[in-house]
């Protein structure tokens, strides 16, 4: 993989010989690898402050013929020589996707992801269409610190999706809005289809928000925090405690450095 930085804290990996790589991809992913691929783990025990069961609704199935749940989808990758699955979203281009940084590299590792997949509108074996990542582009602060306020990144894919209206994002504050909150978590219907939950999120002392009592679990990760009744993006799925009673999920907090991140994708386009 080809590295480049810009030297304020964003980095990109780009997978050489896109063309060959595109079609290693969609050979590698047969039905029986897809099948026996497992969430990523993204597990942090009770966040700085606290969690309680109560606050979102409970799962439904997501309407995939509208938006903002038809932008979005299951994400496949490998990583040290294991099959994941998790979720991400086409945002702002037709070519880009937002996911979880943890998804695209290992924090205490340093360790990159590889067979990366994108299929939009997942649903039960089917799909829209299946997209592969040519750039993957996170902060430089997630590997280096390790904390889940930095827990965001962005792919550039290899071709544009069929789907010409994306996401978008917001910075803005949106402690104690209503969100809706959506993914591919296997504790939501065997993480077969998409499912979403909304509920008041509340900011956290350490870059994070959380909703209390949000059951995406595992397999969600990447997936988009939207304010309620829009396609604007402002989390997305990124923590969440182990099994237990407590629920609830964390995101890091879009703002200045998450868009300094998008600026700088952009400029490699």
């Known amino acids: 993989m ?3 930085t810009d030297g304020h804290g964003n980095v990109s ?36 402050d606290g969690g ?21 989808g299951k994400l496949f990758f490998s990583k040290d020589n294991k099959n994941y699955v998790a979720s991400a979203e086409l945002i702002c281009r037709r070519n880009l996707v937002l996911t979880a940084a943890h998804c695209i590299q290992d924090k205490t590792t340093g360790h990159l992801g590889d067979n990366y997949m994108f299929e939009r509108c997942y649903n039960d074996g089917s799909s829209a269409e299946k997209l592969t990542f040519k750039t993957v582009a996170l902060k430089a602060y997630w590997y280096e610190q390790k904390a889940w306020k ?42 077969k289809r998409m499912s979403f939950v909304e509920g008041a999120c509340r900011n956290n002392s350490d870059g994070t928000r959380i909703i ?48 300094s991140l998008y600026q700088y994708v952009i400029s490699l386009l």
């Open 150 to 191: 930095w827990d965001y990144a962005f792919a550039v894919l290899n071709e544009d999706s069929a789907l010409t209206t994306p996401l978008t994002y917001s910075t803005q504050d949106v402690n104690g809005m209503v969100l809706t909150d959506y993914g591919y978590p296997s504790n939501n219907f065997s993480g």
């Open 2 to 4: 080809l590295l480049n």
């Open 13 to 48: 990996y780009t997978f050489e010989n896109a063309e060959l790589n595109k079609r290693r991809v969609l050979d590698y992913w047969t039905p029986e690898r897809k099948a026996a691929a497992v969430p990523i783990d993204r597990t942090a025990g009770l966040c700085a």
């Open 52 to 72: 309680l069961l109560a606050g979102a609704t409970e799962p439904q199935l997501a309407d995939l013929s509208r938006m903002p749940f038809m932008a979005g």
């Open 212 to 259: 209390d009592g949000d059951r995406m679990g595992p397999g969600g990760s990447g997936g988009a925090w939207l304010i309620k009744g829009s396609s604007t993006v402002v989390g997305l799925n990124s923590f969440g405690p182990g099994v237990g009673a407590v629920m609830y999920a964390g995101s890091p907090v879009f703002d200045a450095e998450f868009d």
